[in-house]
Every structure is written in structure tokens, then in C-alpha cells.
């Protein structure tokens, strides 16, 4: 099946330096990714669709300039937390819809990345 | 604005029970429902897709339905085991947007 990797897995960082978040399909082509944020014993939250060469729309609340996507490839999409405090310390997760094969609108998951900021 | 409830919020049972857990939508016009399972401090694992024309899909222990009309989908657990204790969480997509629920955290007593 599918697989989307993400990098870091865990992440420590102290407050104020900026952090990235790798998100690749590694055997298929994604024109589309997703970013989630999830809280202690939440749901996942969307924070940003990404799709290939423009720039990512971001939900209602999200900051765009604190959260930075770049989808610069069909296999790769990045998530940088700039600037990051304590209160982004969280899970992140991340999602690729295939642009070919796969059931219809199935998406698959990257194992996640738990930031801890200090 | 799609929103999707789980219920319950937990569940604990001994093993060997079969179990259902919840899922409704208020929206419709979905374009699949995804049920996943989450182990604690992990990723998602992909357990059942139904697409918006289907009304269940079986794999293994688990049968998943779909009333789109009513918009409910239940996960049916079978014989259930210590393993599959886990977080499950129900999705629904309208193809560029996919909506969660908060979750049934299932505990399965030896």
C-alpha cells in the first residue's frame, strides 16, 4: 500500500528557533497533502491543505505566518513552525491524497511528529 | 460545516465481547468515510473505506456500514482482543476536505 513518512518523529526545541517537519509519499505522487494538528486526547484538527507548486490554504484561525507549508514536489511537503513557544507544542500529522490510483479520495497518514517546545 | 460525533468517548470491555462504536455526520454530501485506528502517540492506520455509493465494507474482525441519508456509520468489532485496544476515529470527505470525530478510546480487558 501507500506510504507517506514523515521526519522527526519526536522533536525537543526551545523556545524562539524554528522547527521543520518533513512529509513525503514514498511511492506515489501526491498532488495534494494535508497538515493536522492534534491536542492531548483530541481529534485531529485540519490546519492546511497544500497542493503542488501554489501556495497552501490555511484554516480559519491558522496562522499562515507562524505555520509556513511548501509543497515543492509531488513527493514532498514541509511544515515549518517559526518561532515556536511552548503552546505549539503538539502532534502533528500528515495526510496525501494520491493523483493516481488508490480508492477514490483515499488518503494516507505519515506516522505523526510530536514537537516538544521548551 | 461538516461535523462528526463519536460515540462513546470511551469503551471498555472484556475480551471476547463484540462491540459497536458510533459515528454521525451532519452533512450528507460526503464523499467517503474512513474509520482509523490510532495507538497512543502514533499515526493513523487505515482500517475501512466507504465510499459515499457503498454500505459497508468488511476486513477480517470489523464491518464498517454507511446510512449516508441518516448520516451515521458504525464500526462492528467481532470477538474482540487485548490488541485492539486503540483510539478509533471516524473521518468523512467531501473529496478536498476531510472531517474527524473525537474518538472512541476502546480498552479490551484480558
Known amino acids: 500500500g501507500a506510504v507517506v513518512s514523515q521526519h522527526p518523529s519526536r522533536v525537543i526545541c526551545k523556545s524562539g528557533t524554528s522547527v521543520k517537519i518533513e512529509c513525503r509519499s514514498l511511492d506515489f505522487q501526491a498532488t495534494t497533502m494535508f497538515w493536522y494538528r492534534q491536542f492531548p486526547k483530541k481529534s485531529l484538527m485540519l490546519m492546511a491543505t497544500?497542493?503542488?507548486?501554489?501556495?497552501?490554504?490555511?484554516e480559519q484561525g491558522v496562522e499562515k505566518d507562524k505555520f509556513l507549508i511548501n509543497h515543492a514536489s509531488l513527493t514532498l511537503s514541509t511544515l515549518t513552525v517559526t518561532s515556536a513557544h511552548p503552546e505549539d507544542s503538539s502532534f502533528y500529522i500528515c495526510?496525501?491524497?494520491?493523483?493516481?490510483?488508490?480508492?477514490?479520495?483515499?488518503?494516507?497518514f505519515g506516522e505523526g511528529s510530536r514537537l516538544t517546545v521548551l | 460545516k461538516q461535523e462528526v460525533t463519536q460515540i462513546p468517548a470511551a469503551l471498555s470491555v472484556p475480551e471476547g465481547e463484540n462491540l459497536v462504536l458510533n459515528c454521525s455526520f451532519t452533512?450528507?454530501?460526503?464523499?467517503?468515510l474512513q474509520w482509523f485506528r490510532q495507538d497512543p502517540g502514533k499515526g493513523l492506520t487505515s482500517l475501512l473505506l466507504?465510499?459515499?455509493?457503498?454500505r459497508e465494507q468488511t476486513s477480517g474482525r470489523l464491518n464498517a456500514s454507511l446510512d449516508k441519508s441518516s448520516g451515521r456509520s458504525t464500526l462492528y468489532i467481532a470477538a474482540s482482543q487485548p490488541g485492539d485496544s486503540a483510539t478509533y476515529l471516524c473521518?468523512?470527505?467531501?473529496?478536498?476536505?476531510?472531517?474527524f470525530g473525537a474518538g472512541t478510546r476502546l480498552t479490551v480487558k484480558p
Open positions: 495526510s496525501a491524497k494520491p493523483g493516481t490510483g488508490g480508492a477514490t479520495g483515499e488518503l494516507f
Open positions: 452533512d450528507s454530501a460526503i464523499y467517503n
Open positions: 473521518a468523512v470527505s467531501d473529496d478536498n476536505d476531510m472531517r
Open positions: 466507504i465510499q459515499s455509493s457503498q
Open positions: 497544500s497542493n503542488e507548486g501554489s501556495k497552501a490554504t490555511y
